[in-house]
């Protein structure tokens, strides 16, 4: 009561970047946030796939409160063992070789775009520094990563764009080998597109662009800062493709609600990462490692891929009987596992599905192409996904009378 007149007679003093619901939530229990006025939504949205394990999960808080005890920060000045741990268990577990730890997805992918090219200069190439990113991408919103993804929108009126990014259609071969000159040094691409609305490339694609790399001698970056970390069902969504990439950014689901971010690369891809290439003051403190490192060795833990394999099957049938029965309100749902997408028909706007469900208790996000997103929480069972498809379907069966 007393916040809500607040925000009647002041102005927020909160940057107005954000078109924000005056939705506010006090605490979260697991798939469910309860908001300051006492009401219990089930989360599907995860913080925009960050929340792995949910909300106050036992092993996160364990991690977060010993390590507060003993120590924060020390800079990368010093040896920190929690980091070292954390890329060694990254390693073990993927194509990689090397990490460098940073604190959000747009970092990531700026290292990451360091470290391509920096990898053809060592090789005596330094004129081969652009990078083919792909239409309808989202890498970040720092002027580098706006200007990979290139999309107009977020970059109009913030001056010059970064040079160095050549743009085709995501999922197209000869648009992509057809942009290729002697100065192209890597290509970027999301498995899963996030951002854009849950698109996802026939399953051939990542392949193609493995050969294609192969033959012209480029690196493959992989961005899966949203569809990594588990959220597919794999611990990274390329494994599905089977391919190795060269480097490969991720960072939302990795610290499971504490800022942390990563690039990961190969040995031979991190040839030009040597000391005093890159930097970050707080990337990879303790604290964030030891949050991660519980994250991950959850995600790791026997069973759990497995399970959330399971989950997102279990969604993608619902949402395919939910478009079955709607075909007037809905075209498709597309993703892999616990990164689903429903696409709207043009009659309804993905705001308006989202804010009804919202009313109705179920969180969702919107998306590029008139997309819902819907990414629970890593841990959702059976019990919170026939929950979220019977919220589901009673917003269809009102939108559509
Ligand atoms: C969210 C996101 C980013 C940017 O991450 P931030 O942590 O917001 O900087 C980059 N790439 C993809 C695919 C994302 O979904």
């Known amino acids: 009561m007393a916040t809500s007149s607040v925000v009647e007679t002041k102005p927020s003093a909160v940057m107005q970047t954000y078109a924000r619901s005056e939705l506010a939530f006090e605490r979260g229990e697991g798939c469910y946030l309860i908001s300051t006025e006492g009401r219990r939504y089930l989360d599907f949205v995860s913080g925009i796939a960050v929340n792995t394990l949910g909300h106050a999960h036992p092993a996160m808080i364990e991690a977060l409160e010993s390590q507060a005890k003993k120590l924060w920060h020390v800079s990368n000045l010093y040896t920190i063992p929690e980091s070292e741990e954390l890329a060694a268990l990254l390693c073990d577990n993927s194509f990689a070789d090397r990490v460098f730890f940073c604190n959000s997805g747009a970092e990531a992918l700026e290292g990451m775009i360091k470290l391509a090219r920096r990898y053809h200069a060592a090789a005596g190439n330094p004129q081969r520094n652009r990078i083919i990113a792909c239409g309808g991408a989202f890498h970040g919103r720092t002027l580098t990563t706006l200007s990979a993804a290139g999309n107009a929108k977020y970059l109009e009126g913030c001056g010059p764009a970064s040079p160095g990014f050549d743009h085709v259609p995501f999922g197209n071969m000869n648009e992509l080998r057809a942009a290729i000159t002697e100065e192209t040094a890597a290509i970027l691409v999301e498995p899963v597109q996030g ?55 991720t960072a939302k689901g990795l610290g499971g609600g504490f800022p942390v971010g990563c690039f990961m690369a190969t040995q031979e891809a991190s040839g030009g990462m040597g000391p005093g290439s890159h930097g970050s003051t707080f990337g990879g403190n303790p604290l964030a490692m030891a949050v991660g490192l519980a994250v991950v060795r959850q995600i790791l833990a026997e ?70 997103r819907i990414l629970p929480p ?17 917003a269809a069966a009102e939108l559509a009378s």
């Open 195 to 249: 951002e854009g609305g849950i698109n996802t490339p026939d399953p051939g694609y990542l392949r193609d662009l493995r050969a294609v790399c192969d033959e012209f001698g480029l690196l493959l970056l992989l961005d899966e800062v949203q569809c990594g970390m588990g959220r597919t069902g794999r611990l990274f969504a390329h494994e599905w493709s089977e391919i190795r990439p060269d480097a490969l950014a």
């Open 303 to 372: 069973g759990f891929l497995s399970s959330v394999a399971g989950a997102g099957e279990r969604l993608k049938a619902g949402l395919e009987r939910l478009v079955a029965d709607y075909p007037g309100l809905f075209v498709e749902s597309r993703g892999y596992g616990l990164m689903q997408g429903l696409k709207c028909q043009d009659e309804l706007s993905n705001v308006t599905l989202v804010n009804t469900l919202r009313d109705k208790g179920l969180l969702t996000v919107g998306a590029g192409d008139n997309v819902v």
């Open 378 to 394: 890593l841990v959702a069972g059976a019990t919170e996904i026939d929950e979220a498809l019977a919220t589901l379907n009673s």
